[in-house]
């Protein structure tokens, strides 16, 4: 593993594991990248692999950056980490405000939508994909309602 300069043992503990996690995460992509593209299985299989594998580059990505943001943090670098803090919210909280209640509307409705949505499919639940992709999109609408939620109640508690 690589040692960073400066860094607190917390930091290091926890720069190793981010950093084993994301070889071991390395192995798993190669896995669903082999699934996806697979031509003997079925399309319903392949598709739904390309789904998982979009989630875990994207998870990949996010350990990458956390790797490189603990790092910078721990080498106390200017630079802008890739991960950035939460400084500076406080000053732009009035926009955050207006801009995430918003979006949280627009979210909670979504989400009521796909309810309902939902329903109306359970005649092909046992046929189809679709009622799959609908509780999959119900849970991302759940995490956007959460990440606005997080940066609203941030901003009003952020200190200038």
Not at 80 to 107: C, H, K, N, Y
């Amino acid at each position: 593993m690589l040692r960073i300069n400066g860094a607190s043992v917390w930091e290091q503990e926890i720069f190793d594991y981010v950093s084993g996690h994301v070889a071991t995460e390395g192995a798993i992509l190669n896995e669903y990248q082999l699934l996806a593209e697979d031509p003997t299985a079925s399309p319903a299989f392949r598709y739904l692999a390309n789904l998982i594998l979009a989630d875990e580059r994207r998870h990949h990505q996010l350990f990458n950056d956390l790797a490189e943001s603990i790092r910078q943090m721990a080498e106390c670098r200017l630079e802008d980490e890739p991960i950035p803090s939460l400084r500076g919210l406080r000053s732009d909280r009035e926009r955050i405000r207006v801009a995430t209640e918003q979006m949280l509307a627009a979210e909670r409705a979504d989400a009521k939508e796909l309810k309902q949505f939902a329903k109306q499919l359970k005649e092909v639940r046992e046929t189809t994909l679709w009622v799959l992709l609908l509780d999959l999109m119900q849970d991302d609408t759940a995490k956007h309602i959460k990440i606005l939620s997080f940066i609203r109640d941030r901003a009003e508690k952020a200190i200038t």
